[in-house]
């Protein structure tokens, strides 16, 4: 097969490599230089969007509506963009194989790609029930949610079994996520997952209480301390239960899977420097072999804000630092320098009529403020983290623009705090002040 060759070359579809291309754009690339090289087959858009509007019943969200970089309130990159710009947008194409040295990449049809510089932005896979050997895991219904095609699967189910019953296993962000938008279909939902909490990693145990009452207020069953170790089938080879570790089996018609993800990494292993799951890079995501960097999840970089090398599954860092690594490229071909990257870590969430944020570090004592009460009205509250005398994180529940705009800034500022009771009872007015 011929060989394409190009100047630069985006390895990934996904967030970040539709908002480096923009930054390629803005940086002047030429007509002919830049490719991006995805597996998937419709042009970057925002992978938020599958969790949340693409499954509502009512104000459903489709393509091309949420291509990227509508997510952050940037202009919709439909296909014709990338036409326009004189980028090659290579879709449907899997790359099995990456030679660093010679700079090529080859693709399962057995097409090579040849590139100057490298972006390797091939994010995650989900871990798959079937990974770990789960009994029945491979039954039909029983989904995962990562690509459009996946949540087209799951509206396919959920029309197909309307009034059925769904487990979802897993209680961090997809399980929430999923569990609130299969509700909202009318769905029968219950959850299930090991941890004496949901969302452990971020959560407290007094911020997931609420959470956890507020799903069990909407009719969401919640099943912790448990994980599912076989599936049944129905003589169509349909998902029709789960087999719980604690002998409990739970019907369902649809199961939907979030207990984490991979970075896509295997390609270069061996070939470049690896951390932390992650491939090494430094502050402007430039990897140990020269002319390569990688960006967003694959991404293992140096957190300047706490001293620590990091590696962080988010679409915000995934755009950042697909535009970090961008202009660093164009800077050092210009003899020029850019700042090194500074992330200050940002998650957040919306489901039902819930909406929080969180910024900075979840480490040290935490201080819960507001009204945490699931059936109140207004349910306002939130959670600082103070590490050495210093506020660093900080979580808000329901928040106005401008008080996450303020705890945002609280959590790159670190201000110093010696009375946690009066922070408590200060709450979010404490951020305000910064």
């Known amino acids: 097969m011929a060989e394409k060759s190009f100047k630069y070359v985006i390895l990934g579809g996904g967030v970040a490599a539709g908002y480096a291309a923009r930054e390629f754009s803005k940086q002047g690339v030429k007509p002919g230089e830049l490719a991006i090289i995805s597996k998937e087959a419709v042009a970057p858009y925002e992978r938020p969007a599958l969790s949340k509007a693409y499954l509502f019943p009512e104000g459903t969200a489709r393509l091309p509506g949420f291509h990227v970089c509508v997510g952050s309130g940037g202009e919709r990159l439909l296909p014709e963009w990338y036409t326009e710009k004189g980028i090659s947008l290579i879709l449907s194409t899997e790359i099995v194989k990456a030679d660093l040295t010679a700079k090529t990449l080859t693709s399962a049809a057995g ?66 996520e999923l569990s609130a938008a299969l509700k909202i279909n009318g769905i029968d939902v219950s959850m299930v997952y090991p941890e004496p909490w949901c969302m452990p990693r971020l959560f407290t145990a007094g911020i997931a209480a609420f959470y956890e009452s507020y799903y069990e207020n909407k009719g969401i069953s919640i099943i912790k301390g448990t994980v599912a170790v076989g599936f049944g089938a129905n003589e169509k080879g349909e998902v029709k239960d789960v087999q719980l570790k604690d002998g409990r089996v739970l019907e369902a018609d649809i199961v939907v899977v979030g207990v984490g993800a991979r970075p896509l990494i295997g390609l270069f292993k061996g070939q470049v420097e690896v951390d932390k799951g992650g491939i090494k890079t430094d502050g402007f995501f430039k990897t140990s072999v020269p002319d390569v960097y990688a960006v967003g999840d694959v991404a293992t970089f140096p957190m300047k804000l706490y001293n620590e090398i990091r590696r962080v599954e988010h679409v915000d860092h995934a755009r950042k630092s697909a535009e970090q690594a961008v202009k660093a490229i164009y800077a050092s071909e210009q003899g020029k320098s850019v700042d090194e990257y500074v992330y200050l870590p940002y998650f957040y969430s919306r489901a039902f009529d819930l909406s929080w944020q969180f910024y900075g570090d979840n480490v040290g004592e935490t201080v819960l403020f507001g009204d945490s009460n699931p059936t109140s009205p207004t349910h306002k509250f939130g959670t600082y983290w103070i590490k050495d005398g210093k506020v660093i994180g900080a979580f808000l529940e329901s928040g106005t623009p401008e008080e996450n705009s303020a705890i945002a800034k609280l959590a790159k500022a670190q201000p110093p705090v010696t009375n946690l009771d009066q922070l408590a009872t200060e709450g979010i007015a404490f951020a305000a002040k910064i």
């Open 111 to 176: 097409e090579t790609f040849k590139y100057q510089i490298l972006i390797i932005a091939t994010g995650s896979s989900v871990i798959k029930l079937s990974d770990f050997g789960t009994a029945g895991a491979d039954a039909k219904n029983i989904l995962y949610l990562r690509e459009v095609d996946d949540a087209d699967k799951i509206v396919e189910a959920i029309k197909a079994k309307k009034s059925g019953k769904a487990v979802i296993v897993g209680g961090g962000y997809i399980g929430l």
